[in-house]
């Protein structure tokens, strides 16, 4: 069962709600369990009134659908419910029921957090679901306990690299604003916890006071979308989340971590070690998204270097409160105090940096610092040119100076070290004279701060498609008279490419004729030259299949006069390309004049590979390809660094990260862990600080562990079996999916689903689609899942795995060799573990619901989605089977009873969405320009929000 404090959030939360929404809570109306409520209306008291500050904000039949799916009752009682509703009020029934699953999400978020810091209590691991939750200094215990000395441990930690890339994926359900008010009612959940322990009686009443009004103003907010994102705007998104956890998540975690090595008996971090690091695709992802064009791209990294100068800035103006003394200092503090009192050209008093024309109005120390306070004025030195680059780059963003203008303007910081100079000759010199304890103060924080947001909060990557690379190249070859690139094969194309990146002639002719899709290829080449190179990351190849593919890009970045190459990065996603990853990268790492540093970044897509051929087959093949690929890089002498490119959904490679580490080969994580954090997965990770820090600490112990000691290399005869079963696997998955007879599963697909809602939503900037046309083979991965998530089939993780370990299980011992592979096979357990997780959330009454609703028209569909069904059944009980527990999550009943007290919810929203879509569906639909068909769409988009929130993942 949930927790008692999480059962009183939630009782919290829905008797604050309902207050503030309108109707009143009787004597009797709080509730014990969130799966026996029922109800509302009669026994708990609740009354509907006209009170003087307005008629209640709640209808009678939303409470008294509430009412009634709190009941419980069967399905198809529910059904007739809503068969009776008209649209609107269909609209108004769904609202209520995701309100309440959101509130449930919140809960879960404070209750995570809660759990979190029980485990940091503990000396030891905390047990929570039967299984231990390491803390830092658990995970320490562990390793001495295996041979790893602290010091080892020390290292390890310093100089981790966990890299967060936040993407503009379109799977967060939710629109910003109601996510905004949702994490504070979570924090004022923190607050109301502390109040209950220490708090005086009016203190608890006005923090429920503050609670309602958060909970009345995201109930009145629209949570429908009317317009699609633009790049730049998600791109503003990503900065909140920066912005409101993680620039005061990090530097604690790191403050653990320094108190972690001192109890241990070892040194801190040193100052310019920065674990964490933080990049983006918002604003540069191009990948099959024409919104993201080169002016975007350029409009973005000036917003984000005006940002960070404002929050530099900002810092800075704490510290010249703290560092207040006089002395005594070091000779080279000396020498840059003297240098910044000579720059300032407008002393004529004794203080230093008085007011002067262009650097505004200062809230602090407008008159300038006296002349006898060395680190105030270095420190306002600083500021000054922080508040420059912030005007600088709102000039530019604003379209009133140029990027040449702008870059040459001498207060402008262009690189991490210009700010780092002054602020590190400042630590030296309080380290040195015995000041540590304000060196590793705001100071610390400050210039780990800056190692690890930079100038511009978030390193940029870019991705383009590698098609659209060969097209730039075919336009030069062709107007050259070299003939056509597209034609050439692939041992042509790496030559002249290789003679090319070896030339030191132009390559890109000025008046070069092209289409408009090849003259924004090289425009976007040109504007990611001309940007300072640390504010850019990686630039990720999407559907890379070979090697001129990577080495086109390269030549592109020569062309058009990259100071600083970008890291190149291909993508391989598909089976077929990870087949084929180790023999594109040996070509690629023995090319000529391909200068790759000495490290050569690989990514890797777990989404599409998925897509093509099933979870298990995906999951195999990426490790396989890790494999092969590490060996390939040490034959050439080279390090591989990959980067994990996971969606949120266990069909795209999410899950609990523990798990997903399990399955990554030995070797493949050497303390670095590149990963994307996508669409609902950002606020799931970062959504307060608290829960940032949680997700930052899990990281830093899964990768710590991993690198000293990485898993167990899998026997000869389990390599043998999990490729058999891959082979098996795929061939089953691409043949009930790809190869059905006349068609009839893509047809089912989107007949039987709510597929064509994800149009309508408005969740990314980016189409569905790869191109305009084609079949499911060129729908991208996040609809796909989507659509099977909201179908509650969840198909992905289990069609042909399943069927090929039953077929394995047959055999003769084939059970007891799968039981044992499970036990001992980290890989192997992890696969086994994530699909029981996603099919615990399964239920085949959804999908027999929308066949009846939307297929009974065609004979063939009602027969394939029997069939999918029995296919359901039959993988949940072969996975049991393998690992050997009585049930779906056995051994972790919260988590079971969490997701059973959403089940009420979940069922009523999923009546409701079969019959908006029977209805949207029909021959007699109405009008797309009626009102009912707005209140239908509407109900379409908030039941998909539902139930969303009540999965915890959209795609």
Not at 756 to 781: D, F, H, V, W, Y
């Amino acid at each position: 069962m949930p927790s008692t404090a999480k059962t009183g959030d939630l009782n919290l939360l829905r008797k604050l709600f309902l207050e503030a929404v309108g109707p009143r809570l009787g004597s009797q109306g709080s509730f014990n369990d969130a799966t026996t409520a029922n109800s509302a209306a009669t026994t708990a008291g609740w009354t509907l009134v006209d009170q003087a500050s307005g008629a209640p904000r709640l209808s009678a039949e939303q409470l008294d659908f509430l009412e009634f799916a709190e009941s419980t009752p069967p399905l198809p009682e529910i059904v007739a419910q809503a068969e009776k509703m008209d649209g609107d009020t269909l609209v108004k029934c769904a609202a209520i029921c995701s309100e309440i699953l959101n509130q449930a999400n919140m809960t879960d978020s404070h209750e995570e957090v809660r759990t979190w810091k029980r485990i940091l209590r503990s000396e030891n691991d905390a047990v929570h679901e039967g299984k231990a939750l390491p803390t830092f200094q658990a995970a320490i215990k562990k390793l001495v306990s295996a041979g790893i000395s602290k010091e080892q441990v020390r290292d390890a930690l310093a100089s981790q690299k966990v890299d967060f890339v936040l993407t503009a994926h379109p799977t967060e359900a939710q629109r910003r604003t109601i996510l905004l008010k949702q994490k504070r009612v979570v924090e004022l959940l923190e607050e109301h916890e502390a109040l209950t322990v220490s708090g005086t009686p009016g203190e608890v009443k006005r923090i429920h006071e503050r609670i309602k009004r958060e909970l009345l103003s995201a109930w009145r907010t629209s949570s429908i979308r009317r317009t699609k994102p633009s790049a730049e705007g998600e791109a503003r998104n990503g900065m909140d989340m920066i912005e409101e956890t993680l620039w005061s998540a990090v530097p604690k975690h790191y403050r653990r971590i320094d108190q972690l090595l001192v109890d241990n008996g070892l040194p801190p971090l040193p100052p310019d070690a920065a674990p964490v690091q933080i990049s983006s695709w918002m604003g540069g992802d191009r990948d099959g998204n024409p919104n993201v064009t080169a002016p975007v791209t350029r409009r973005v990294v000036t917003l984000l270097r005006s940002r960070a100068a404002k929050f530099y800035y900002d810092e800075v103006d704490e510290l010249l409160f703290e560092l207040t003394h006089t002395g005594p200092v070091t000779e080279e503090m000396n020498q840059a105090v003297d240098a910044c009192v000579k720059m300032d050209g407008s002393r004529t008093t004794k203080k230093v940096f008085g007011p002067t024309a262009g650097f505004g109005v200062a809230k602090r120390f407008q008159t300038g610092v006296p002349e006898d306070e060395p680190y105030r004025i270095l420190l306002m030195a600083v500021r000054r040119r922080l508040y420059k680059t912030k005007e600088i780059m709102d000039q530019l963003y604003m379209g009133e100076i140029t990027a040449a203008e702008a870059d040459a303007h001498p207060d402008v910081y262009t690189s991490r070290a210009q700010l780092l100079e002054p602020l590190e000759i400042m630590y030296r010199s309080l380290v040195s004279v015995g000041d540590r304890i304000l060196a590793d103060g705001t100071l610390l924080d400050l210039l780990r701060r800056i190692r690890t947001f930079g100038l511009t909060l978030t390193r940029l990557d870019c991705r383009q498609e590698s098609d659209r690379h060969a097209d730039a190249l075919d336009a030069v070859t062709v107007h050259l008279g070299l003939g056509s690139f597209l034609s050439w094969d692939e041992e042509a194309r790496c030559k002249w490419i290789e003679t090319e990146l070896s030339s030191k002639r132009p390559l890109l002719p000025v008046d070069l004729p092209c289409t408009p899709a090849v003259r924004e290829v090289l425009d976007t080449f040109a504007s990611l030259a001309s940007l300072p190179a640390e504010a850019l990351g990686a630039y990720v190849i999407s559907m890379a299949h070979q090697a001129s593919d990577v080495l086109a890009v390269r030549l592109l970045q020569k062309a058009s006069g990259f100071a600083t190459p970008m890291r190149v990065a291909p993508l391989f996603e598909t089976r077929e390309d990870l087949l084929a990853a180790p023999a594109v990268m040996r070509r690629v790492l023995s090319a000529p004049g391909y200068d790759h540093g000495g490290v050569h970044e690989v990514m890797l897509g777990y989404s599409d590979s998925s897509k093509d051929a099933g979870k298990l087959a995906s999951l195999w093949e990426l490790h396989t390809a890790q494999e092969d690929l590490l060996k390939v890089a040490s034959e050439a002498n080279t390090c591989i660094s990959f980067f994990h490119g996971r969606g949120g959904s266990i069909g795209r490679g999410g899950g609990p990260q523990h798990l997903a580490l399990l399955s990554q080969p030995a070797g493949s994580i050497s303390g670095g862990y590149r990963v994307t954090v996508q669409g609902e997965q950002i606020n799931a990770y970062f959504g307060s600080p608290g829960v940032a820090m949680h997700t930052l600490q899990s990281y830093a112990i899964a990768v710590l562990e991993h690198t000293v000691t990485p898993p167990p290399l899998p026997s000869a005869e389990h390599r043998a079996l999990i490729q058999r079963l891959a082979n098996e696997s795929a061939a089953a998955f691409q043949r009930t999916i790809y190869k059905s007879a006349g068609g009839v599963f893509a047809k089912y697909f989107h007949t039987a689903g709510p597929s064509s809602a994800l149009a309508s939503m408005n969740l990314g900037s980016r189409p569905a689609k790869r191109k305009a046309q084609g079949g499911i083979e060129t729908l991208r991965a996040i609809p796909w899942v989507f659509a099977w998530t909201q179908m509650r089939l969840h198909l992905p993780v289990w069609l042909g795995g399943g069927e090929a370990i039953a077929a394995a299980a047959a055999e003769e011992g084939g059970l007891a060799k799968l039981r044992e592979m499970y036990q001992t096979w980290p890989f192997f357990t992890a696969f086994v573990d994530l699909v029981e997780l996603e099919i615990s959330k399964a239920d085949p009454r959804v999908s027999s619901l929308y066949d009846a609703k939307c297929c009974q028209a065609d004979e063939r569909l009602i027969a394939l989605g029997v069939e999918l069904r029995e296919g359901l059944e039959k993988a949940t009980d072969i996975f049991l089977q393998v690992s050997g527990k009585p049930g779906l999550l056995a051994d972790q009943p919260a988590t079971k009873a969490s997701f059973a007290a959403r089940a009420p919810y979940l069922m009523a929203l999923h009546a409701v969405q079969g019959e908006v879509m029977g209805r949207m569906r029909a021959d007699d639909a109405p009008a797309e320009e009626s009102s009912e068909y707005c209140h239908l769409n509407d109900a379409m988009v908030i039941t998909v929000q539902g139930i969303a929130a009540g999965m915890r993942n959209t795609g």
